[in-house]
């Protein structure tokens, strides 16, 4: 009965966000205070009937209900429990219905968060985001139901995917998904100031903490599952330029532009259009993600098991939210007026440059993401385009990123002298240049890209130190300025990380025998033993592999290699020590016949300091979101309103 | 309990002093380094967008084999790269060659810089050659002021 | 503005549409399937051993007939669905059909021949899987069509269908022959 009860509610919310977003855009339309009224209550029922049925998925994974086609496909009754909870995430129907619940969670929380904000205006974003959750019910009831029974009820499920038995796949998802759906929100803003003609400064600081949000949990989504990628496939990558890693980054490139436009949006009134044309965009490229990794036209490894069906569900959907929203900002931008001029140097003119960069960036990753399914459909042949592709075009696209950085943090709005900004940054420009081109001397192997990327990164650096600086006098730092640097400051330390893994990771590929030893890097390996040991649900053979540093042994570590009983594909489990200037990198291969293994060690220079980057990023985007500004204008505004 | 297990593996290390140091697995690192460049850039066709070079299917292995022995056999990279588009088509490649297909991948995002870069001059030639803002009116001055004293 | 619709605000709604037109072009292809760059190009030559036979076999002996080169093995799945349809054609016509038993151990290719039935004229072994790769191999089974020149004309990848069969195996092998 639970498995009926969570298809019943999906029912019940599919019926509610019909609902709410006809009455949410109806009343704020007609100025119907009651109608209006409703919308709040509406957009937290939702998420609860969501919730709802949810949890009875839930409940069918953890009491192994394998009468329902999903959780026998995607549990085992061996599977550790922590992994069945997360097993409901782990295939296509379940994710989608994380993806809606997590959707219901953002428009409940607008409902609940912006007591402040004038009703019209939350009544609107409301409506909007519920459209796009009726769109989503209606793809999971119709092409991707969850409940679906199996009769006769399966006596053991298939399990799921042994990759996916890690604890990535508990917190990878959740955190990915929020950061896609929250575009959602400054999405809802935009269409909701589109519909209402009422586009100002008080709407970029209304949708400025949601977008900081939502871009938060994108970025540590994607660092997370760039991490669960490098212990656990085996071969030490972080960043493959898979599909569906696109389909991530290409959204975090947009709302990355987004973040810093509605800056300028917000302080000068300009870039109206442009700040509502990047929100509806990072919205649909997530969209477009969603496309890309469920309807199966591109392969990629983290793919679900696709349906052309799906795929013709989800494209019509596209083109009706994204379709709908660009004919509305082709029809209504024009009508807004665009204030705030500036002069050549400015720290207008530097935010603009960032835009520019950063949009064209996403647009080549788009373009080669999307380029192979081009080429087949005008039946010109099947091609492939993969990491040499996106390394070529995208660093030649973000080095005049980083280089610009500085000069825009440390200009002035409107205008500034750029004798005054030579004159400040001179030094800077010289140290940085001195420390690139030391740096891969003292690593004893000098590399051009790795002078550049340790310049540009001491070059940003700098400007971050002597502004923190600058500022020291100021009775009280406000938050978003450190946001500020602290962001910039995580991108100077994940251009390092990436440098020096890119120019300095040694690679060994050895056969071992026990009692055998390995020096790398001055670090002495040595096999102690193999042995089988015995897991919940797979068996392992695990290596004791012991290191040295000059003689002193320092540790041990403990590569697998995992047969799952219900898998034929076995599992690599590398084994990593961490440290903040290298990780040492193990993992098991074949055996080789005479007792002895094929191992692969690496040594990864500063690799940690991407995923610590990608942190600090994160950091300073809380940092931004929580200037007290947000709550205390917007405390005005409703009075004004 | 921790330092007895250090002693025990430094006595068993001391102990064994006849193991030898690893050998690498490919008998020719050379070969091997030249391998790994030039399959790490081919795709492994019965996978799920995997390299040659990471890839543990069967194919994959025979690949790495032919090419192996191709280079043994004294080719060079281009060569060995167009054996295997003749086989299996410029799919194998990630690095597509630039063709009358691939020239809107090749040059696009060189040609959406330069639409940006336009796009940016003319923006900024506008706005700098508008006239600055009006002064700012009694209730535009009063916000700032309390603004400032927040 | 003189205009409420401004031909610049227009340009992201037209980028999109074509975004969207072939992405629904996109959506009837299947991306695993990969086109053979050798169609319309020589049979690669090859001399192999027989299945149980001390002759050997080479596709030259076969210049002046049409043919079909069926790569098969007894550890691969999707053979045993198209077996019956591959017996089925060898009663029916007389076209030669020619089995590679690739990368298979010659006992358990010869059990399954003896077990299922040998619909082939005559089996090539390919036991390292050399001739596969200068053939494409990438997945077993697959059908090449040679013509009387020795030229491949067609590949069938993955299993034949009847539907592939009668639509476009049958007719295409009518039209070599004239």
């Known amino acids: 009965m639970i498995p009926e ?10 019926c509610l966000s019909l609902f709410l977003s006809f009455f949410s855009l109806a009343g704020a339309q ?4 009651l109608w209006i009224a409703l919308s709040r209550p509406m957009a937290i029922l939702l998420f609860l009937t969501v919730g709802l049925s949810f949890v009875c998925l839930a409940y069918a994974f953890i009491t192994n209900d394998f009468s329902v086609l999903y959780v026998s496909q995607h549990s085992n009754s061996q599977l550790p429990v922590q992994y069945k909870l997360s097993a409901v995430w782990g295939g296509h129907e379940g994710s989608l219905l994380l993806w809606v619940l997590l959707l219901t969670l953002w428009t409940a929380a607008v409902a609940v968060f912006s007591q402040r904000l004038p009703d019209p205006v939350v009544s609107r974003v409301l409506g909007v985001l519920a459209l796009v959750v009726l769109g989503f019910l209606l793809f999971i009831l119709l092409t991707s139901n969850p409940f679906d029974r199996l009769i006769p009820a399966a006596t053991e499920g298939r399990d799921l995917n042994p990759l996916l038995q890690d604890p990535g796949l508990v917190y990878h998802p959740p955190m990915l998904y929020m950061g896609y759906v929250g575009f959602s929100v400054a999405f809802a803003f935009a269409i909701a100031a589109l519909i209402s003609g009422k586009l100002d400064a008080a709407w970029a600081r209304w949708s400025r903490p949601w977008t900081l949000a939502a871009w938060i949990f994108l970025t540590l989504g994607i660092c997370f599952g760039s991490h669960w990628a490098y212990y656990e496939l085996g071969w030490g990558g972080w960043w493959f330029w898979d599909p569906v890693e696109n389909a991530s980054f290409m959204p975090w490139l947009m709302g990355t532009a987004l973040i810093h436009s509605l800056v300028v949006t917000e302080k000068r009134g300009a870039f109206k259009r442009w700040t509502v044309l990047l929100a509806i965009s990072a919205f649909s490229l997530s969209l477009l993600g969603t496309f890309i990794v469920r309807s199966g ?13 799906r795929g013709i569900f989800v494209l019509i959907f596209l083109a009706f939210v994204i379709g709908g929203s660009l004919t509305l900002f082709a029809w209504r931008a024009p009508k807004v007026g665009d204030g705030g001029t500036f002069k050549l140097v400015s720290r207008e003119t530097f935010l603009l440059v960032n835009n520019v960069l950063l949009v064209v960036a996403a647009a080549s990753v ?28 995208f660093v030649p696209l973000m080095l005049p990123l980083l280089l610009v950085l500085p000069l825009g943090t440390a200009s002035n709005w409107k205008r500034d002298k750029i004798w005054q900004l030579i004159k400040d940054l001179r030094w800077d420009f010289v140290i940085a240049l001195v420390v690139g081109g030391v740096t891969p001397v003292l690593m004893g192997q000098f590399h051009l890209m790795s002078a550049v990327g340790i310049a540009v990164a001491a070059w940003i650096i700098l400007a971050v130190i002597k502004q923190l600086w600058a500022w020291r006098k100021m009775s009280q730092i406000p938050s978003w300025f450190w946001g500020m640097q602290l962001a910039h400051f995580g991108l100077a330390l994940f251009v390092i990380g990436v440098t020096m893994v890119k120019s300095y990771e040694l690679e060994r590929d050895v056969k071992m025998g026990p009692g055998d030893t390995l020096t790398v890097d001055g670090t002495t390996f040595r096999l102690v ?14 290596g004791t592999v012991t290191y040295a540093n000059n003689g002193q042994l320092d540790g041990q570590l403990f590569p697998e290699k995992r047969s799952y009983f219900s898998s034929a594909m076995p599992t690599t489990e590398a084994a990593i020590h961490s440290s903040l ?26 690799v940690n300091w991407i995923w610590g980057g990608c942190i600090f990023m994160a950091l300073g985007g809380i940092l931004a979101a929580s200037d007290k500004r947000y709550r205390i204008q917007a405390k005005r505004e409703k009075k004004i309103a | 309990m921790k330092t007895l297990g250090t002693l025990l593996i430094a006595l068993f290390m001391s102990v064994s002093v006849l193991a030898k140091e690893a050998t690498p697995v490919a008998r020719d690192p050379v070969t091997e380094a030249r391998l790994i460049d030039l399959s790490k850039d081919m795709r492994c066709l019965v996978c799920q967008n995997e390299s040659l070079a ?29 054996y295997m588009v003749q086989r299996y088509g410029n799919f194998i490649r990630y690095k597509p060659p630039v063709d009358a297909t691939t020239y809107a991948l090749w040059f696009g995002p060189f040609l959406l810089l330069l639409v940006g870069i336009g796009v940016l001059i003319s923006v900024v030639r506008k706005r700098n050659s508008q006239s600055e803002e009006a002064p700012l009116s009694a209730q535009q001055q009063q916000h700032a002021t309390e603004l400032l004293r927040e | 503005m003189k205009k409420s619709i401004n031909f610049w605000y227009v340009i992201p709604l037209l980028v999109f549409i074509g975004l969207v037109a072939f992405m629904g072009l996109g959506l009837r292809h299947d991306p695993h399937e990969v086109p053979s760059p050798l169609i319309n190009k020589s049979a690669p030559d090859f001399t192999l051993p027989q299945l149980g036979k001390s002759e050997t076999f080479s596709p030259h002996d076969l210049l002046g007939q049409v043919w079909l080169l069926n790569v098969w093995a007894s550890w691969c799945v999707s053979c045993r669905d198209e077996h019956p349809i591959l017996l089925k054609f060898a009663r029916d016509y007389s076209v030669p059909l020619i089995g590679l038993d690739y990368k298979d151990r010659p006992q358990d290719g010869e059990g399954w021949v003896t077990n299922y039935g040998n619909p082939y004229t005559k089996i090539a072994v390919d036991l390292d899987g050399r001739v596969g790769i200068n053939y494409g191999v990438y997945g077993v089974p697959e059908t090449y069509v040679i013509d009387k020149k020795g030229v491949i004309r067609y590949k069938q990848i993955g299993p034949i269908t009847e539907d592939a069969l009668k639509n476009t195996l049958l007719p295409l092998i009518k039209e070599l022959q004239q």
């Open chain 1, 30 to 33: 007609r100025g119907s205070a």
């Open chain 1, 529 to 542: 033993g193999i042995e089988q040991v015995p897991g919940p649900n797979y068996s392992a053979v695990r």
């Open chain 1, 366 to 393: 788009l373009l080669g993401t999307i380029y192979p399914m081009v080429v087949d459909a005008m039946n010109m042949g099947k091609i492939s385009v993969g990491p040499p592709y996106f390394d070529l075009v």
């Open chain 1, 581 to 606: 200037s290298r990780d040492i990198y193990v993992s098991l291969g074949q055996p080789l016949g005479d007792g002895s293994w094929s191992m692969r060690v690496y040594v990864k220079p500063f």
């Open chain 2, 54 to 82: 990471a890839s543990d299917a069967d194919l994959a292995k025979d690949l790495r084999d032919q090419i192996r022995q191709l280079i043994n056999q004294g080719k060079t990279d281009k060569e060995i790269t167009d």
């Open chain 1, 5 to 14: 009860l969570g298809h019943f509610s999906l029912i019940v919310a599919l």
């Open chain 1, 297 to 309: 036209v591109l392969t990629s490894v983290h793919a679900f098991a696709s349906d052309p069906k």
